[in-house]
């Protein structure tokens, strides 16, 4: 079975920073498309960083670009958000996702397309 192991949440202040991982085993191969995504409070889920299957063009939402950095360890099998600046609207759960069929240079940033996916990480930004 395919899981997907989400950590590294908590409770920061603005400006803080905090970098949550995700773990993946199961899965056949290392290429996989894998995604953060969030929920924050009332909110729906959103695409906050992609990394396609091979190429590791990314995406970012454009709320995060320059504060936010996504690293995947294709070696560890683990992708990294590197938050840093963050802000009380960053407040969500964060949940790590991926998919093994998705198109090689395919950036995908609608939650629906993404088979896998972790139980998510509280973070919280707060003063």
């Known amino acids: 079975d395919v899981q997907l192991q989400a950590s590294g949440g908590g409770l920061v202040q603005p400006g803080g920073s905090l970098r949550p991982s995700c773990g993946a085993s199961g899965l056949p191969s290392e290429d996989y498309a894998i995604a953060w995504f969030r929920q924050g409070p009332g909110k729906g889920r959103e695409a906050v960083s992609c990394?396609?299957?091979?190429?590791?063009?990314?995406y970012y939402a454009d709320s995060v670009k320059g504060r936010f950095t996504i690293s995947r360890d294709n070696a560890k099998n683990t992708v990294s958000l590197q938050m840093n600046s963050l802000k009380p609207e960053d407040t969500g759960v964060y949940y790590c996702?991926?998919?093994?069929?998705?198109?090689?240079?395919?950036?995908?940033?609608?939650?629906?397309?993404?088979?896998?996916w972790g139980q998510g990480t509280q973070v919280t930004v707060s003063s």
């Open positions: 996702a991926a998919d093994l069929s998705l198109g090689r240079r395919t950036i995908a940033t609608i939650p629906r397309l993404y088979e896998h």
């Open positions: 990394v396609d299957k091979v190429e590791n063009n990314t």
